[in-house]
């Protein structure tokens, strides 16, 4: 069982920059006995959720959308069991909820499907204003 519980939300305008942290708590043996493809899907009210980006926590490898490359980095900490999304250039349209999620994998090919994950954090809000 894992909880994931995220924050670093809130206001900003646009051009502006935000950090979102995920921290991890593992019920059973633990983060590093093996390996999870995790990552941030955002969501606007009347939309589905969207990839935004993932790793998988075995090799740090990277997925992006196209519309945030460039714009954010995905990044794990695996001693603090946190995860990072930073975002810079913030636009308008990256207002939305913003979800933390998790799966075991034994693929670095993480999927970007929303219903393929099966841990989610409960959610921190993202709001750019111009």
């Known amino acids: 069982q894992v909880q994931l519980v995220e924050s670093g939300g809130g206001s900003v305008q646009a051009g502006e920059s935000l950090r979102l942290s995920c921290v991890a708590s593992y019920a059973s043996s633990g983060y590093t006995d093996g390996a999870y493809c995790t990552g941030w899907f955002r969501q606007v009210p009347g939309k589905s959720r969207e990839v935004v980006a993932t790793?998988?926590?075995?090799?740090?490898?990277?997925y992006y959308a196209d519309s945030v490359k460039g714009r954010f980095t995905i990044s794990q900490d695996k001693a603090k069991n946190t995860l990072y999304l930073q975002m810079t250039s913030l636009k308008l349209e990256d207002t939305a909820m913003y979800y933390c999620?998790?799966?075991?994998?034994?693929?670095?090919?993480?999927?970007?499907?929303?219903?393929?994950?099966?841990?989610w954090g409960q959610g921190t809000q993202v709001t750019v204003s111009s």
């Open positions: 790793i998988y926590t075995g090799d740090s490898t990277t």
């Open positions: 999620t998790a799966r075991t994998a034994s693929s670095n090919h993480c999927n970007t499907y929303d219903l393929w994950y099966n841990y």
